[in-house]
């Protein structure tokens, strides 16, 4: 055995639920097209939110039981629930999701673009991808 | 058996009198499936399904001595 340069494993597991607390109620929030979240939001803001029939200001509850673990030298996260919105009718056109904690003061923690999109008095749902070290939503590698 | 409705301006309507579309969006993270009915062009119901393929992945960097 030889001793390696490394950010160890366990602390990026550690990072990991850092951001997405197993207690801690997280949110998903829909933007319209025109909006501009990304890399640089801190938190939620109903600025740029859709809003529209059965869509409630904050957007919805994130399932997430399941705390981030690691495969190799890669840890990862990702809820363990679809996103859903029944029966909704967005009319102007959006095209991204902003998840956030909003147990700790709306703390923004990844927005997800799916190209415009409008919905007329049905389902949007945004299917979660595989929780592994390739796909899972969060991954940190 | 129940013929599926759809509400619109002109009440409940068969789906079958609807004009349907459906439509897949492609992309390197993510696949979109959206279906609309309309009548006489006017949109009356309009779903999405977004299957998110991939998510985010962070770097981690280390500085060495």
Redesign the interface.
Known sequence: MANTTAICTSAKVKALNAIALNADTLKAALYLASASVGAATTAYSATGEVTGTNYTAGGITVTHATAATSTGTTAFWTPTASYAWTTVTLSTSFDAVLTYNSTDTNSAICVNNFGATTVTAANFTLTMPTNDATTGLLRLA | MNEPL??TSKGNLPEKDLEYSKNW?F?DD?I?F??TYKLNGE??????????????????L?G?F
């Open positions: 759809i509400w969006e992309k993510s979109k959206s279906e949109i009356v119901k309009q779903s999405a399904h977004v299957f998110v393929l991939r998510g985010h992945e962070i770097g981690a280390q060495e």
